[in-house]
């Protein structure tokens, strides 16, 4: 077995605790260092894993016993301490959304490329079981042509983090959990012909937008918002049949029932799976994610961009 796989963690709120409990269970994992600005939430962070708690960015990355750096900070700092990162020679996994535009999307991409280092999207559905089997179905033809596509993402989340309400933060809708369904219509259906977006902006944030990806002969229509509950749900009617998906987005279950019978997909729901699969990627010698290839990536931050045009969603900072 190979020995452990050691990442430098910066960010360690939220999400850094969840994802730090679940691949250190596993032991193919260490936390080696991590970095955040608050040095007491910091260290009581570090303590559990015996991981080094670093005082600036650098002196959590520029280490020899670092492997790849995990990026969670909040998405307005994405591109700047990935840069550092890939600056510094390591390898990346960065979390959605990937940067704040395409624009930076690109030029990160393009560092990474220059200095042969792997750069991901911590696009987690797309490294569990489900999606690529509901990715396999669909593409297998066996819907027959696809007639419509519904897929909702409406969580009551405004107050869950300043991180989600918050313009300085890079809050908002879209970028939050609208990227769900757009990077799952991308994946299954390639980059749409026509894009309309229309949305509820407030506070200087997105807090919801009704969104139309157009395709060959049919229509994803999403629905997305942080003040609504009406949950989450994904159909694909095709004229053989259809694909239901409640929890799509977390990768859980789904059955398809067509005229040649009922195919249920199952899979485990887990950021293990995300972890182990770029930790293997990276042993491999590869710079890119075959699980959220860098094209997918940049294509969806492109139809990001093009819903923020269409709402007028633009940031202080930008
Ligand atoms: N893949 C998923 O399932 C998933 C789920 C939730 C969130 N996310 C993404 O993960 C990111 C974090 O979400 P979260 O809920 O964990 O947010 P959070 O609880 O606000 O945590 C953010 C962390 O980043 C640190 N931080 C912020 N800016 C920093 C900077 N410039 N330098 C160093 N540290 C910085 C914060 O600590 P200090 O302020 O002390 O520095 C904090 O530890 C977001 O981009 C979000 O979109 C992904």
Known sequence: MDRAFRWAFIGTGTLAKKVAREITASERHVIATAYSRNREKL?????????????????????????????????????????????????????????????????????????GLYLAEAMWTWFADVPLQVRAFVQSGKLGRIREVYMSYCAYSIGYAPRVSDPLLGGGALLDIGIYPITYAYRLFGFPLSITCNGDIKNGIDYGEHI??????????????????????????????????????????????????????????????????????????KTESSFIPPQATLDCMRILDECRRQMNLVYPFE
Do not use: W
């Not at 995990?70 to 700047?80: D, F, Q």
């Not at 301490?81 to 959605?96: I, N, T």
């Not at 799509?248 to 249920?264: F, L, M, P, Q």
């Open 43 to 115: 260290c009581a962070y570090c303590e559990p894993y015996n991981a080094y708690p670093a005082i600036s960015i650098e002196d959590a990355i520029d280490r020899s016993d670092v492997d790849a750096v995990y990026i969670n900070v909040t998405n307005e700092s994405h591109y700047e301490v990935c840069r550092q990162a890939l600056e510094l020679g390591k390898h990346v996994l960065l979390e959605k959304p990937f940067t704040m535009n395409a624009s930076d999307t690109e030029k990160l991409q393009n560092l990474a490329k220059s200095r």
């Open 212 to 285: 139309v990806l157009g395709y060959d002969g049919f229509d994803v229509k999403m629905d997305v918002s942080i003040v609504d509950t009406k949950g989450e749900a994904m159909i694909i009617e095709g004229e053989n049949g259809f694909l239901a998906n409640p929890g799509y987005h977390y990768g859980e279950s789904a059955v398809a029932k067509t005229k040649s019978g009922v195919d249920i997909f199952k899979g485990q729901r887990s950021y293990l799976k995300e972890f182990d699969s770029v930790a293997d990627e990276i042993r491999q010698g």
